[in-house]
């Protein structure tokens, strides 16, 4: 398939291109579409890894997932509450770190904080810029959550609004089960001028009980670190334990993490990796072009970003980075 071909998905990337920054979490489907299915690596042995509610619990054992949505269950089921409680997770830090959220990849030694709804509020927003100054990823179980405020933009200066806060609704409007771009594709279309309403579900606080709350567990957040492996999520098909990506694939998954923003707005490490990991054993762009069809053939990527991130791929093979 040359890339000439891929210009009939083109309107549907355009439309969600340039809206407000977001991010992607790969391990659920966009409304109305599913994930292609990836090459399968063998299925993983029954792991269990352990976990807490951010806000202070006692540790418990989760095992037996595929997706991040079965997770979210066995997490739901071991604490009593409801899967629907659960806004993210992160990864070896009960704080809202934005750097270690959970996505499609676990690794073997990593200890999972779940980080539920707290305190509901209703903020009135004059959009008195065109840019909001916010990064929207979503937790792919259908809440869409801020990653990132901009600093010296219209949002930042408007404290009650903060990192890890679930949009709930727009001017009343439920975004619950909505994809990131569908919520931001919401907020960039507002009229400048006008003054909107959202409300926001920030995650649970904690109540300084780190200290103890670890101390009854069987690992502590100084005593982990990643092996190199890890346990990966798919939207489809069995998890799967792989290897974790060489330093010259880090490189390259950075390097188009980067393309990602300047072509179509938003920033997400795995859809990057997923991308690099297309590009493995591919000789030339057009091989490359059918393989991302394959792969993610829903984002229809213009063929000038698929060209920057062969490029991208080669100069990290290349040692150029």
Same mark, same amino acid.
Not at 177 to 182: A, D, I, K, L, T
């Given at each position: ?10 309107n ?6 340039k809206?407000?920054?977001s ?6 489907p ?16 029954r792991?269990?890894?352990h ?9 418990g054992?989760?095992?037996?997932f +595929?997706s ?15 899967a ?14 934005m ?8 690794g073997?030694e !990593?200890f999972?904080?779940a980080h539920v709804k ?5 903020v009135d ?6 840019? =909001?100054g916010l990064?929207?990823? !979503?937790?792919?179980?259908?809440y869409a959550?801020?990653?990132r405020i901009?600093?010296?933009? =219209? ?9 890890g806060d ?9 975004v ?7 919520v931001a594709k ?8 006008q003054?909107?309403?959202l409300?926001l579900?920030e995650?649970?606080? +904690?109540f300084e ?7 009854t ?14 346990l ?8 799967t ?8 694939e880090?490189k +390259? ?12 707005g938003?920033?997400d490490m ?8 297309a590009?493995? !054993?591919k000789?030339?762009?057009d091989?490359?072009a059918?393989?991302? !069809?394959? +792969?993610?053939g ?5 063929d ?7 490029g991208?791929?080669?100069?990290a093979?290349q040692?150029r980075?």
């Open positions: 398939m040359p890339l000439r071909l891929r210009g009939k998905k083109k549907k990337s355009r439309e969600t291109s809206l407000v920054e991010e992607v979490a790969p391990a659920a966009a409304c109305g579409g599913g994930d292609a299915a990836a090459a399968t690596p063998p299925p993983a042995a792991l269990h890894f976990t807490q509610l951010a806000h202070g619990s006692q540790t054992r989760v095992e037996g +595929a991040v949505k079965e997770l979210y269950e066995k997490i739901a089921r071991v604490f009593s509450i409801p629907t409680e659960i806004i993210f997770c992160t990864l070896n830090t009960h704080k809202i770190d750097d270690k959220l959970l996505g499609g990849q676990i073997l !990593d999972i904080y707290g305190q509901k509020k209703e927003v004059l959009k008195s810029e065109d840019s =909001l990064t929207i990823t !979503d937790n792919g179980t259908g959550f801020i990653k901009k600093e010296d933009s =219209l949002i930042n200066q408007m404290k009650v609004i903060c990192v679930h949009i709930e609704s727009i001017n009343g409007k439920n619950v089960g909505c994809r990131h771009y569908e919401i907020l960039k279309g507002l009229e400048k001028g003054t909107f309403k409300t579900i995650p649970m606080k +904690a009980m780190i200290e103890p709350r670890l101390k567990g069987t690992l502590s957040e100084a005593k982990i670190s990643k092996g190199r492996e890890t990966r999520l798919r939207f489809k098909g069995p998890a334990v792989e290897e974790m990506h060489s330093d010259i880090e +390259a998954i950075k390097k188009v993490d980067e393309l990602l923003e300047m072509y179509m938003i920033r795995e859809l990057a990796a997923t991308m690099v990991e590009g493995r !054993d000789n030339n762009p091989e490359f059918v393989a991302l !069809d394959e +792969a993610l829903d984002f229809a990527f213009p000038e970003f698929v060209f920057d991130v062969w991208a791929i080669g100069d093979k040692g980075f």
